[in-house]
């Protein structure tokens, strides 16, 4: 089925460490997205794709970094600069061009800083 | 409504009620919305959309309503279920240059008691 898959569903890091966040879709979808979500808020973006080779700074970009090699693949890295980083993690993927809008998201990371 | 803040506006209805839930969202130039469905612990899944050259969408058990006037979203669900327990996001794309990248509100929290 097609869909997009995130690894792993929960995560532990120690302070100081790096960690990546898997994203995978086999929607055929040009842009791919990750989002933050705290508790009892909304969704913040982090970093968008909207094509191979290319992405851009979200709303709270900052300690974050991705890259986008391949259309399927758009990994997250937490860094040590991350301040805050304990939170569920979501990625989403959508069509470029007029149905831009409609966003489809993996099931979500949660990662745990100890 | 959306509430800014930590705390998410709640909802709570008997089974087999109609349940309204309510969004203003912050762009006069944002032309597609989008109501999304969050479980525990999952990621967002979509319900339906509106355009602004609309007032009203209907799905199945769920209507959209859009007043552009006064920038209000509605969500309607027909005779609830306690499957339908979830929180529920609004969420606004402006287009142009934030092609594809869509604002979420805080969300919505509607329990359906048996």
């Known amino acids: 089925d097609g869909g997009i898959t995130q690894s792993p569903k929960y995560l532990f890091r120690k302070e100081g460490q790096n960690v990546t966040l898997s994203c995978e879709q086999n929607?055929?979808?040009?842009?791919m997205y990750w989002y933050r979500q705290d508790p009892g808020q909304g969704l913040r973006l982090i970093y968008y794709?909207?094509?191979?080779?290319?992405?851009q700074k979200g709303d709270i970009a900052e300690g974050y970094s991705v890259s986008r090699e391949k259309k399927e693949s758009f990994p997250l890295t937490v860094t040590s600069a991350q301040k805050n980083p304990t939170a569920f993690y979501l990625c989403?993927?959508?069509?470029?061009?007029?149905?831009?809008?409609?966003?489809?998201f993996g099931e979500g990371s949660r990662l745990t800083v100890l | 409504g959306e509430s800014v803040g930590l705390h998410l506006p709640t909802l709570s209805v008997q089974e087999g009620d109609n349940s309204i839930i309510n969004c203003a969202y912050s762009?006069?130039?944002?032309?597609?919305f989008i109501w999304y469905k969050q479980e525990s612990g999952k990621g967002p899944q979509f319900i339906i959309d509106i355009r602004s050259n609309m007032d009203k969408r209907q799905g199945q058990r769920v209507t959209v309503l859009l007043n552009k006037t006064v920038k209000h979203l509605s969500l309607q669900i027909a005779a609830t279920q306690p499957g339908d327990s979830a929180v529920y996001f609004c969420a606004e794309y402006a287009g142009g240059t934030s092609y594809g990248k869509l604002t979420f509100g805080q969300g919505t929290i509607l329990t359906v008691h048996p």
């Open positions: 762009n006069s130039a944002s032309d597609y």
């Open positions: 929607l055929n979808h040009d842009a």
């Open positions: 989403a993927s959508s069509l470029a061009g007029e149905g831009a809008g409609e966003l489809f």
């Open positions: 794709s909207q094509i191979v080779n290319d992405f």
